[in-house]
């Protein structure tokens, strides 16, 4: 297929499908050719937006069935994931699965039995990987600046919790397993990517410490008449952009955590700690690593990296400040995830024309998905310890 224009099909064209965006190059390298999805409306407004001229369907199984989809995106929600990323795979498409790869571990080797058996590649929307801190902080590891990492303290703080999680389907367990899936996978994936190492034993404690309730699983914050004082409403944030997450995240439904503290084990002994809360008031994201000669640690509000080496035990100052505006100057972070999107989209078309390996393998979706999974199983379970499972 090299040197020849890439026909994608997305499964799920709404949410993450937007990033047909930039797959849809009438010019480039790739045209989204099709797009399924359960909702008329969805697939009405791609043709506004994107292609008016693709093959559009409510069943995924006539876009499979299309022998001019060369590829497939997965962007459905979670708990779909391993459905259509196997039929795609059945169906002869090379695919791109959007995170988490799944909501369970069995589904996660189902899968990537399904890419074996059918030949056919199977890359992982781990985004991340791709924006500037994560490729510096890479690099700096990788260049020994800190020497052998030996620990590793993860923060997340989800301030937009509420908004995007607790008022729709991420809040029940039976859609996403948990939160440490469809949220944590990312930092999990971050950890392994960066280390070059994955997570063999871990625990965990959390529970539903602040969303959660005794209110009507119907109730909508438009409907509610605590709307004026309630600090998570969010009916004239989400009534026109996402009409399925307006519902009270108090609602007795709700069961899956909204607090977590986990650690973990690494190969070759790198300790580890992840941390996520979903009601926390800010948004960022906090990693540190520190190897026998140092540490770095990067900073989400002012856009740097500091890098400290060991001496005497009282550097009180960075050694070393890394102003990542000016690494940054050309991803702009409104668009697409600081340019991570772009970058990600690119390197699938590229590795379906020019066959190549995944640069985000479907093993390192799984790995994060386990660490999930088994932490959520450790905080069911009192913080008890679990080994991650080998390959089904």
């Given amino acids: 297929m090299k040197d020849t224009q890439l026909r994608i099909g997305i499964i799920g064209i709404n949410g993450r499908g937007r990033l047909s965006r930039y797959w849809h190059d009438p010019d480039g390298k790739s045209i989204v050719a099709a ?25 995924y199984h006539e876009l499979l069935a299309r022998d001019d989809i060369d590829a ?6 979670d708990k779909f994931h391993e459905e259509h990323a196997i039929a795609a795979l059945q169906a002869g498409k090379p695919v791109y699965c959007d ?23 199977l890359m992982i929307g781990f985004n991340m990987r791709y924006m500037t801190f994560v490729r510096k902080m890479k690099e700096l590891v990788e260049s020994g600046e800190i020497g052998q990492i030996k620990a590793v303290w993860i923060r997340h703080f989800v301030g937009m919790g509420t908004l995007y999680y607790f008022h729709g389907w991420h809040a029940l367990r039976a859609n996403c397993t948990s939160l440490l899936l469809q949220k944590g996978c990312h930092d999990i994936d971050v950890m392994h990517f960066v280390t070059g190492r994955y997570t063999r034993r871990v625990a965990a404690f959390g529970g539903l410490d602040y969303f959660g309730g005794d209110k009507p699983n119907d109730l909508k914050c438009e409907n509610c008449e605590l709307t004026a004082t309630c600090p998570d ?10 009409p399925d997450r307006q519902y009270c995240a108090f609602r007795k439904e709700v069961d899956i955590p909204d607090n977590y503290v986990t650690i973990m084990e690494l190969d070759g002994g790198i300790k580890a700690t992840y941390n996520e809360c979903h009601f926390t008031p800010d948004y960022h994201r906090n990693y540190v690593f520190i190897g026998t000669k140092g ?3 990067n900073n989400e509000l002012e ?6 080496r060991r ?13 990542l505006g000016e690494l940054d100057k050309n991803r702009l972070e409104e668009v697409g995830h600081g340019g991570s999107d772009a970058g990600i989209c690119a390197d699938f078309v590229d590795m379906v024309l020019e066959d190549r390996d995944p640069p985000v393998p479907a093993l390192a979706g799984r790995m994060s998905v386990a660490v999930g999974c088994m932490a959520q199983k450790s905080l069911d379970n009192g913080g008890a310890p679990y080994d991650i499972p080998a390959i089904g």
């Avoid at 409403?233 to 996402?242: E, N, Q």
């Avoid at 001496?311 to 102003?323: A, E, L, M, S």
């Fill in 35 to 59: 797009a399924a999805d359960i909702s008329q409306y969805n697939l009405d407004q791609f043709r506004q937006y994107g292609n008016a001229d693709a093959f559009c369907t409510l069943d």
């Fill in 72 to 77: 497939v995106a997965v962007t459905t929600p």
């Fill in 99 to 121: 995170k988490p790869m799944a909501i369970t571990i069995d589904g996660c080797d189902r899968m990537l039995a399904a890419a074996r058996d059918a030949h056919r590649k």
């Fill in 233 to 242: 409403d969010v009916h004239d944030l989400m009534s026109a952009k996402k």
């Fill in 295 to 297: 540490r770095i640690e």
């Fill in 303 to 308: 856009n740097k990296i500091w890098i400290w």
């Fill in 311 to 323: 001496r005497d035990g009282q550097n009180r100052q960075p050694d070393v400040t890394i102003d």
